[in-house]
């Protein structure tokens, strides 16, 4: 009798293998080429920018506005942009916001409107019957808002909310220090307002606002899908050919601070540190950024990296650490971000500087190389492949002054980086003497760990 349990257990352990072996995935096979649809751009008189992009067999056209303004414009009144915006949502001189929502459902689709730091973004997918009379619409909404007083207290009372909740983060935290320190006297360094200054806007100042910075010379109309040339063409013409061209969008590249600066910000009985190390880069019009961002991509930008490997796979201190490059108009930033134990948090410091010496003091593998490529061809595709994603991109190419060529050449550019050019990159722009480090946790558990931490010998918290 035992013989034949053992038997069975023999025969069931080998058809979980089998099992298990069939369903492997597949070798993945190499990244198809982007075959880029035909881009039409052209300029009206007072300045406004128009591109159409005929996309896709579904027929839906996706319509995008974007207008050069956003935190960037607003001085020292933060988030003044962003209730602005709020307000516009309201509805217009014609039609209230309930009458929007539903002729908009009535086509298909929703309009949706928000703030960045350079830019507000109107965007509103239809079917393609309705996109004259979409494209209408978000002309309305742009130019004609209504700015209805008796909303503002309810929406000023949301941003408030939205304020105390983000601030309950160590991440919205630790990243409005690193952006104070990186960007200091400057909109991008200025990431929440107080609650006083958020009670002290007055309808008469988000109407300055408005009228101070939107405007044909300043817009951007995108348009993507289905839909007829020729009457989307009058359509623009009709709606946007005779809004005021307005001011010139504003240049305000901001001066960065020089030397390592190093915050810590106390959370007692936090049981992760949250850790943010960064510092500016040359931003995507630079003819470095291509290879900078697929060494940062390696380094710690996706599930495969090393900081992902290490950190997380082989050391256990943190769930996803990562790395990214922010970009903003003019200037951009690296930033390597993690949540990790607090009783590991001046392991994972060394852990994190020892990753950014050991890649500019070797240049990685050719395999190493080559799947950081894969991995970037196959989003650059995927995210193109909606007309939402496609104008996205288009919005990115505009806002920084990239060429036409950008995206013909994309995906060659990515394949043509060698491993010494990652090793290049590293030693280039990684510099560790003028990095930003800010810590949110448990002080009186991270300080002590930090005399462990070669990298801040000699450093002062600020």
Same mark, same amino acid.
């Given at each position: 009798?035992?013989?034949?349990?053992?038997?069975?257990?023999?025969?069931?352990?080998?058809?979980?293998?089998?099992?298990?072996?069939?369903?492997?995935?597949?070798?993945?096979?190499?990244?198809?080429?982007?075959?880029?649809?035909?881009?039409?751009?052209?300029?009206?008189?007072?300045?406004?920018?128009?591109?159409? #992009?005929?996309?896709?067999?579904?027929?839906?056209?996706?319509?995008?506005?974007?207008?050069?303004?956003?935190?960037?414009?607003?001085?020292?009144?933060?988030?003044?942009?962003?209730?602005?915006?709020?307000?516009?949502?309201?509805?217009?001189?014609?039609?209230?916001?309930?009458?929007?929502?539903?002729?908009?459902?009535?086509?298909?689709?929703?309009?949706?409107?928000?703030?960045?730091?350079?830019?507000?973004?109107?965007?509103?997918?239809?079917?393609?019957?309705?996109?004259?009379?979409?494209?209408?619409?978000?002309?309305?909404?742009?130019?004609?808002?209504?700015?209805?007083?008796?909303?503002?207290?309810?929406?000023?009372?949301?941003?408030?909310?939205?304020?105390?909740?983000?601030?309950?983060?160590?991440?919205?935290?630790?990243?409005?220090?690193?952006?104070?320190?990186?960007?200091?006297?400057?909109?991008?360094?200025?990431?929440?307002?107080?609650?006083?200054?958020?009670?002290?806007? %007055?309808?008469?100042?988000?109407?300055?606002?408005?009228? /101070?910075?939107?405007?044909?010379?300043?817009?951007?109309?995108?348009?993507?899908?289905?839909?007829?040339?020729?009457?989307?063409?009058?359509?623009?013409?009709?709606?946007?050919?005779?809004?005021?061209?307005?001011?010139?969008?504003?240049?305000?590249?901001?001066?960065?601070?020089?030397?390592?600066?190093?915050?810590?910000?106390?959370?007692?009985?936090?049981?992760?540190?949250?850790?943010?190390?960064?510092?500016?880069?040359?931003?995507?019009?630079?003819?470095?950024?291509?290879?900078?961002?697929?060494?940062?991509?390696?380094?710690?930008?996706?599930?495969?990296?090393?900081?992902?490997?290490?950190?997380?796979? /082989?050391?256990?201190?943190?769930?996803?650490?990562?790395?990214?490059?922010?970009?903003?108009?003019?200037?951009?930033?690296?930033?390597?971000?993690?949540? #990790?134990?607090?009783?590991?948090?001046?392991?994972?410091?060394?852990?994190?500087?020892?990753?950014?010496?050991?890649?500019?003091?070797?240049?990685?593998? #050719?395999?190493?190389?080559?799947?950081?490529?894969?991995?970037?061809?196959?989003?650059?595709?995927?995210?193109?492949?909606?007309?939402?994603?496609?104008?996205?991109?288009?919005?990115?190419?505009?806002?920084? /002054?990239?060429?036409?060529?950008?995206? /013909?050449?994309?995906?060659?550019?990515?394949?043509?980086? %060698?491993?010494?050019?990652?090793?290049?990159?590293?030693?280039?722009?990684?510099?560790?003497?003028?990095?930003?480090?800010?810590?949110?946790?448990?002080?009186?558990?991270?300080?002590?760990?930090?005399?462990?931490?070669?990298?801040?010998?000699?450093?002062?918290?600020?």
């Amino acid at each position: 009798m035992k013989q034949l349990r053992l038997m069975l257990l023999i025969g069931l352990a080998a058809l979980c293998s089998a099992g298990f072996a069939r369903e492997l995935p597949p070798e993945g096979g190499p990244a198809r080429d982007f075959n880029l649809p035909t881009i039409e751009r052209l300029t009206l008189d007072n300045g406004l920018r128009v591109t159409l #992009v005929p996309f896709g067999k579904i027929p839906k056209a996706m319509i995008r506005v974007d207008v050069h303004t956003g935190n960037l414009n607003e001085g020292d009144n933060v988030w003044l942009a962003d209730l602005t915006t709020e307000l516009m949502k309201e509805g217009t001189e014609l039609r209230s916001a309930e009458l929007i929502a539903r002729q908009t459902a009535r086509m298909g689709g929703e309009l949706s409107l928000s703030t960045g730091l350079d830019q507000t973004y109107l965007g509103l997918s239809v079917l393609s019957e309705f996109a004259g009379d979409a494209l209408g619409l978000a002309a309305e909404v742009l130019r004609q808002p209504a700015f209805p007083a008796d909303q503002l207290e309810r929406l000023r009372a949301g941003l408030v909310r939205s304020r105390a909740l983000s601030l309950s983060r160590p991440q919205a935290i630790a990243a409005a220090a690193y952006a104070e320190l990186l960007y200091p006297n400057h909109p991008y360094g200025r990431s929440y307002p107080t609650e006083e200054q958020l009670a002290g806007y %007055t309808l008469d100042q988000i109407k300055h606002y408005y009228r /101070d910075n939107f405007g044909a010379q300043r817009s951007h109309v995108m348009i993507a899908g289905q839909f007829d040339r020729d009457e989307m063409m009058a359509a623009v013409r009709r709606e946007f050919g005779d809004w005021a061209a307005g001011p010139a969008p504003l240049t305000l590249p901001p001066t960065v601070a020089s030397g390592f600066r190093l915050k810590l910000i106390d959370r007692p009985g936090a049981p992760q540190s949250t850790l943010i190390l960064g510092l500016p880069v040359d931003d995507v019009a630079s003819p470095d950024f291509t290879a900078l961002n697929q060494m940062q991509i390696l380094l710690g930008g996706y599930f495969s990296s090393r900081m992902t490997a290490n950190l997380r796979e /082989d050391k256990g201190y943190t769930y996803s650490p990562r790395s990214r490059i922010s970009m903003n108009y003019r200037t951009a930033n690296w930033a390597q971000t993690a949540d #990790v134990t607090t009783e590991h948090t001046g392991d994972s410091l060394n852990e994190i500087f020892a990753e950014i010496a050991r890649i500019q003091g070797e240049a990685p593998s #050719v395999a190493e190389v080559s799947r950081t490529q894969n991995y970037q061809t196959g989003t650059f595709v995927l995210s193109h492949a909606t007309p939402g994603g496609l104008l996205a991109r288009i919005s990115q190419m505009t806002l920084h /002054d990239l060429p036409d060529d950008y995206l /013909d050449t994309y995906l060659s550019a990515v394949n043509s980086i %060698t491993p010494d050019k990652h090793q290049k990159m590293s030693q280039k722009h990684l510099v560790t003497d003028q990095m930003t480090l800010v810590i949110v946790g448990d002080l009186a558990r991270v300080v002590p760990q930090l005399e462990a931490v070669p990298a801040l010998e000699g450093i002062e918290r600020l």
